[in-house]
């Protein structure tokens, strides 16, 4: 290993010691080798411990925390760990093509801002479909709170940003941490409060860069987390965001959430926070109304099938050391200067 490390990758992970172990491997096959991988496993957990010491690769250090705190904490404690100027984070269930961190350090480099956040795109993989996310880059001069909330169709957001294709110094994450507790939309939690430092711009690498793999059958805690504590986050952190973000949030993120309680109760409350402190639109209106008519699955189907109509070529499988084209229909030449937010529910 160089003394001059680029790099510290961080992967919370917890008793999946097959998954983390696809995750490290992609990290380590970077064209950037002056890295290391730092493994923060959220309690103990000797399966992974003895999946991390069977890789045999000196980059690779783990971190047994001795409880569980959950995600967030667990990236922050990789954050302390790390001794090179950049962190890229990397959720245990996803994997990265080999030029992600080269493509995002060039971005870094090139970038205006003091301190640049670097994401990209992504090839999302579901049971039915793949397909290149986020679906355009953000518009000049285009509020990132509005890029990362606004629909502008029924069944999906334009915009996008997800952990595993964040990129950002060290001494930002240190000065700006994930919130401890949040269950859902960390990444979009994250990006707005660091956006907030008058320093700090977000830049995106048009390729994409990472596979975000929701094809394993195992739980998801985002999609269990309770819509009463999402609101209240969301109430939190309302002067980060623009009225009509406000509102794209609570018709379609947090709708999503509280719909399965089919309570005429909830849905009259949501509508009229969403009126009360945001500006909706009609997209919004008839967002919120599908979500709560419609089956979260029948919903889920209906999205993959357009994307993927839309994007026929969008996401072809890589090849070791390719990095696949963006498809006809992305604006790849949209301005890449300046969350998982779940806008795609």
């Known amino acids: 290993m160089s003394s001059t490390l680029e790099v510290s990758v961080v992967i919370p992970t917890f008793d999946r010691p097959e998954l983390v172990t696809r995750a490290v491997r992609s990290a380590l096959a ?11 496993v959220d309690g103990p957990d000797g399966a ?38 950049w962190t890229a984070l990397l959720d245990d269930d996803d994997e990265w093509l080999p030029e992600k961190l080269a493509v995002q350090l060039a971005r870094a480099r090139a970038a205006t801002a003091r301190t640049p956040v670097v994401a990209s795109r992504l090839i999302n993989k579901t049971p039915r479909a793949q397909f290149v996310m986020p679906r355009r880059l953000p518009a000049e001069g285009e509020p990132i709170c509005e890029y990362l909330t606004v629909r502008r169709g029924l069944f999906h957001g334009d915009g996008f940003i997800q952990t595993s294709t964040i990129l950002a110094p060290t001494e930002l994450l240190r000065r700006v941490p994930f919130t401890v507790g949040l269950r859902r939309q960390q990444e979009l939690d994250w990006t707005l409060r660091a956006l907030a430092h008058d320093d700090v711009a977000l830049v995106y690498a048009t390729e994409p860069l990472v596979l975000w793999h929701q094809d394993e059958d195992r739980p998801r805690i985002s999609l269990n987390s ?53 500006h909706p639109s009609a997209v919004d209106y008839l967002t919120f109304l599908q979500i709560w008519l419609i089956p979260p699955q029948v919903r889920h189907v209906l999205r993959d099938r357009i994307l993927g109509r839309r994007r026929p070529a969008a996401a072809p499988t890589p090849q070791a050391g390719q990095v696949p084209p963006v498809a006809s229909g992305v604006d790849a030449a949209a ?11």
């Not at 970077?30 to 923060?40: F, K, L, P, S």
């Not at 709708?255 to 945001?278: C, N, Y």
């Open 335 to 345: 301005p890449a200067v300046n969350r998982s937010t779940d806008v795609h529910a």
């Open 226 to 278: 309770p819509w009463e504590a999402q609101l209240e986050w969301l109430r939190g952190i309302r002067p980060l965001l623009t009225p009509r973000a406000y509102a794209a949030i609570v018709t379609s993120i947090i709708s999503s959430m509280a719909a399965p309680t089919r309570s005429v109760r909830v849905f009259r409350m949501l509508l009229a926070d969403a009126r009360r402190h945001g």
């Open 48 to 85: 992974t411990r003895a999946a991390l010491a069977a890789i045999g690769d000196p980059r690779v250090r783990p971190l047994e925390l001795p409880t569980k705190g959950g995600a967030p904490n667990a990236r922050n404690q990789g954050v302390q760990a790390a001794r090179a100027p």
């Open 30 to 40: 970077q064209t950037v080798t002056d890295i290391e991988v730092i493994v923060v």
